[in-house]
């Protein structure tokens, strides 16, 4: 991969895992509600699972869904049942003063898993491929892999950071409960693309 080519993947990297989405905005309420320190198994969770995802989508996955469309079909339904779902769990998320007992942030597994379900996810993945890897041969697949892990992680840990500095501002529960609605409502909205295509 030459270095103009390496450049360019890395920016695309940036620029889909930086901006805003469904991991980014589920990030964000997390470190309102959870704090920085009980989010970074979710931020790990995340940067593994999408590293992985691209991996596997880059050895072929994608050819799976193009021969059998009933299985697209299959997944653009489950990842708009479980995007709702989460948007519900944002929007009647526990104030932090609540304590632990009152919900709990995502997992590492849980947070690798939604990958699978995270249309944008999918998008950055097969863009990555489709774009830097398009013979699909192992080293370039490695490549895309390694530069979506290593940009990923700093660039979702902002959003779980930002939420962090938030916290403070939102201690009174009305407000939580203000942002926690605006978060999931942004979340459903991330679902747009999805239902018009």
Known sequence: MTT????????????????????????LASGVNF??????????????????MVFVVGMGVTGVLTRWPVLHVALKV???VYLLWLAWKIAHAAAPEMGKSAGKPMTPLQAA????VNPKAWTMAIGAI?????????????????????TNLPSV?????LGTALRNALRNPRLLRVFNWGMAVLLVATLWPVLIS
């Open 157 to 161: 840990s902002l959003w779980a950071a």
């Open 130 to 150: 489709t774009l830097y890897a398009p013979g699909t041969d192992i080293w370039s697949v490695l490549m895309v892999t390694a530069v979506f892990g290593s």
């Open 4 to 27: 103009e080519l390496l450049f360019a993947l890395w920016l695309y990297a940036l620029v889909s895992s930086i901006t805003p989405g469904p991991n980014n905005l589920m990030l």
């Open 35 to 52: 704090g920085f320190w009980r989010t970074v198994p979710h931020i790990l969770g995340i940067t593994f699972g999408h590293s992985f």
């Open 78 to 80: 489950g990842s708009v």
């Open 113 to 116: 898993a939604f990958q699978w």
